[in-house]
Structures are given as C-alpha cells and as structure tokens.
C-alpha cells in the first residue's frame, strides 16, 4: 500500500470513528428530555454526522482512486 492511500483510509477511519461517537452522544442528549430548540440542533448535528460518516467510509472503500485524485497522480495501478 502507497503512502498516500494510507493516509487516505485512515482519515477515513478517522472519519467513521469521531462520527459514530458523535452519533452515540446526540442519541444521548436526546435522552435527556431537552426543548424544542436544543433538538432541532441535535437534529442537524445528528444529519451532518452521518454525511460525513458516509464520506468516511467512502474514503476507506475508494482510498486508492482518491489518492490518485488528491495527489494528481496519472498511473494506474
């Protein structure tokens, strides 16, 4: 494995892991019986966290091609 499609699957794996801890965290404080205001917040923090967990996991499945891309790079393997 080339340097950079390591870097890129780890941040990928980086990625996946804050994410899914933010998830856990929003489902917490849903728990807690908080208002109106604080929910829709939840929500929307709730919405981005699983976009970016999608582009996580999408950086560890397409790690190669991505780094041929970030790093301009025309060989194939």
Do not use: E, H
């Not at 494995?1 to 980086?14: A, D, S």
């Not at 929003?26 to 923090?45: H, R, Y």
């Amino acid at each position: 494995m080339k340097t950079p499609t390591l870097i890129v699957r780890l941040v990928g794996l980086y990625l996946i892991a804050q994410n899914t801890s933010t998830l856990i965290q929003a489902a917490k404080i849903n728990s807690w019986g908080i208002g109106l205001a604080q929910q829709q917040i939840v929500g929307d923090v709730r919405i981005y966290a699983v976009f970016v967990l999608l582009v996580g996991l999408a950086a560890v499945i397409f790690a190669g091609r991505l780094a041929r891309i970030l790093t301009f790079d025309a060989d194939r393997d």
